[in-house]
């Protein structure tokens, strides 16, 4: 239940997220590629929501506001943001993914692809193995 209600807590961030990303992006594809990845979010969201409900948990409820990384001011701020949340959210969902027994570890396992690719798309930089640190040499 904790990395399910992890999970929960980190999208409700990440929307949160992309509101700001999209209020500094010129109104283009860009804007648009936003939309859609706040709008896959809201999804993953409400899905994560119903499954915590159908097993007996209470939703962890959105906070009033959160607080991002770094000032927010400019395209390429926005842009830097939303490789953030979702590099953010890989190790949310590699967690997850540790944590949660079939058929949910599917579900948790394309989430992370998801956010993997999203954050690719957004200019993060690769790694390896997505959600897990490297180790240090």
């Not at 209600?5 to 949160?16: D, G, K, R, V």
């Not at 939309?35 to 009033?64: E, I, K, N, V």
């Not at 948790?108 to 993997?116: D, Q, S």
């Amino acid at each position: 239940m904790t990395a399910l209600q992890n999970a929960l807590s980190a999208e409700h961030a990440t929307i949160y997220g992309y509101g700001v990303v999209g209020a500094r992006l010129p109104d283009d594809q860009q804007r648009t590629e936003a939309r859609t990845a706040h709008a896959a979010h809201q999804a993953r969201r409400d899905a994560w929501q119903r499954l915590l409900t159908s097993l007996g948990a209470t939703p962890t409820p959105a906070a009033g506001g959160y607080q991002l990384p770094f000032p927010v001011t400019s395209p390429t701020d926005a842009t830097r943001l939303a490789a953030h949340l979702e590099s953010r959210l890989t190790t949310v969902y590699a967690d997850l993914v540790a944590a949660v027994t079939t058929p949910h570890r599917l579900t948790a396992a394309t989430a992370l692809r998801e956010c993997t690719l999203r954050a690719h798309h957004w200019g993060a930089p690769d790694t390896a193995f997505p959600g897990i640190p490297d180790p240090t040499p």
